[in-house]
């Protein structure tokens, strides 16, 4: 299910891509077992590079151990 404005096939992915990123969207690709093709590929690769940039961003604070802004499902403080 392709969500508006964003890419709903693996080409439509690559066309989106610069030269320098469709490099490493090709290596993650051929590398990443099937059952995390989803989650690895998809929910990554269609976002737009701002999108990755300020998600990784975001990885890079909590693997710091900074949880600060992050929330439950419940939509409770996340605590440690």
């Not at 690769?45 to 693997?63: H, S, Y």
């Amino acid at each position: 299910m392709a969500v508006e404005g964003r890419p709903g096939t693996i080409a439509e992915i690559r066309e989106r891509l610069g030269p320098e990123e469709r490099v490493e969207f090709e290596e993650q690709l051929a590398n990443t077992p099937f059952d995390q093709l989803y989650a690895k590929i998809v929910l990554e690769w269609a976002l737009t590079p701002e999108e990755r940039a300020q998600d990784r961003a975001v990885l890079d604070r909590v693997r710091a151990g900074d949880f600060s802004g992050l929330r439950n499902l419940d939509g409770t403080p996340f605590v440690p």
